[in-house]
């Protein structure tokens, strides 16, 4: 059975950190990229880094470049997403996805992480920063 989940979520003052963790179990880790969204209330979802495990490479949005920092841990089968300068408008749920094998160049090629690249999803965790 395929299961990714999340922790670390909680509340901070702006400014303040957070890394969030997602655990992968249940297919091989090495062969699919892992991704994290968000979506706030009222809001579209939205890809915020992605890291391919195989070779380490990464993609950021704009919205997060240069405060978050995506890693993969492969012998534990975790990707982490460590927020620093966090703000008002980065309060989300934030999740966890695995894409579909051989699809990351779309992201590192078009900047962009359309959810429909990922197969598998996990529940959330709430970040909520504090003005």
């Known amino acids: 059975e395929v299961q990714l989940v999340e922790s670390g979520g909680g509340l901070v003052q702006a400014g303040g950190s957070l890394r969030l963790s997602c655990a992968a179990s249940g297919f091989t880790f090495d062969d699919y990229a892992i991704g994290w969204f968000r979506q706030a209330p009222g809001k579209e979802r939205e890809g915020v880094s992605c890291i391919r495990s195989s070779d380490g490479s990464t993609y950021y949005a704009d919205s997060v470049k240069g405060r978050f920092t995506i890693s993969s841990d492969n012998a534990k089968n975790t990707v982490y997403l460590q927020m620093n300068s966090l703000k008002p408008e980065d309060t989300a749920v934030y999740y966890c996805?695995?894409?579909?094998?051989?699809?990351?160049?779309?992201?590192?090629?078009?900047?962009?992480?359309?959810?429909?690249?990922?197969?598998?999803w996990g529940q959330g965790a709430q970040v909520t920063v504090s003005s």
């Open positions: 996805a695995a894409q579909k094998p051989g699809l990351h160049r779309i992201v590192l090629i078009t900047h962009t992480m359309p959810s429909h690249l990922y197969d598998y």
